[in-house]
């Protein structure tokens, strides 16, 4: 059982834009600057697109953004394109959970 | 370039044993926490074991406390998962994992599959 609470799926169509939510305690995403998220493509490694909260890694897509506010994290993707289709995990420092149960983005 | 490879997995027998290895380069080795995740088929991930730079400190999650032994080894840039007394539920694709820093893991290996059957 993770500690961290993400939605199984989410959707959108092509050009929209679609928040994931990562809820976890005080003691993790409510206390930490240190949340970050995954995307993994089907079968494929997971591959780290933010960290602390809203940093992006060299070469991920300005279309991928991240905010916190209290205990829950999210993950915005905007224009979304169909190459986003994935899986999303998110992670945060402290706590029991290391990862979220991942949400399924399906892009209609 | 950051590599991590995986190599050991495949058919174990429940109570068996299988040991997974690790080959890394592209960083300096003592410089960073290194870490195993899984993934059971269809489900999400799982972090199961931690070392840190030294060697001198590991940490597991419950389920496999006793029974799976993480180690490093400097001289070769190798990260190791020994696992002993599998169990069906063991069953996914391990992830070779290095840790930036704070639970924010940057590079992964592209996993290596463990299958617990009889």
């Known amino acids: 059982q993770s500690g961290l609470t993400q939605p199984p799926s989410a959707s959108g169509s092509p050009g929209q834009s679609v928040t994931i939510s990562c809820t976890g305690t005080?003691?993790?995403?409510?206390?930490?600057?240190?949340v970050s998220w995954y995307q993994q493509r089907p079968g494929k490694a997971p591959k780290l697109i933010i960290y602390?909260?809203?940093k992006r890694p060299s070469g991920v897509s300005d279309r991928f953004s991240g905010s916190k506010s209290g205990n829950t994290a999210s993950l915005t993707v905007s224009g979304l394109q169909i190459d986003d289709e994935a899986d999303y995990y998110c992670?945060?420092?402290?706590?029991?959970?290391?990862f979220g149960g991942g949400t399924k983005l399906t892009v209609l | 370039e950051v590599q991590l490879v995986e190599s050991g997995g495949g058919l174990a027998q429940p109570e068996g044993s299988l040991r997974l290895s690790c080959a890394t380069s592209?960083?300096?080795?003592?410089?960073?926490?290194l870490k195993w995740v899984r993934q059971a088929p269809g489900k999400g991930l799982e972090w199961v074991a931690d070392?840190?730079?030294?060697?001198?400190?590991?940490y597991y999650v419950d389920s496999v406390k006793g029974r799976f032994i993480i180690s490093k080894d400097s001289s070769t840039s190798s990260l190791y998962l020994q696992m002993n007394s599998l169990r069906v539920e063991d069953t996914a694709v391990y992830y070779c994992?290095?840790?930036?820093?704070?639970?924010?893991?940057?590079?992964w290996g592209h996993g290596t599959l463990v299958t617990v059957s009889s």
């Open positions: 994992v290095r840790d930036w820093g704070w639970n924010t893991f940057d590079n």
């Open positions: 592209g960083f300096s080795f003592n410089n960073y926490w």
């Open positions: 070392i840190n730079k030294d060697g001198s400190e590991t």
């Open positions: 005080s003691s993790d995403v409510g206390r930490h600057t240190h």
């Open positions: 602390e909260v809203n």
């Open positions: 992670s945060s420092h402290g706590g029991s959970g290391v």
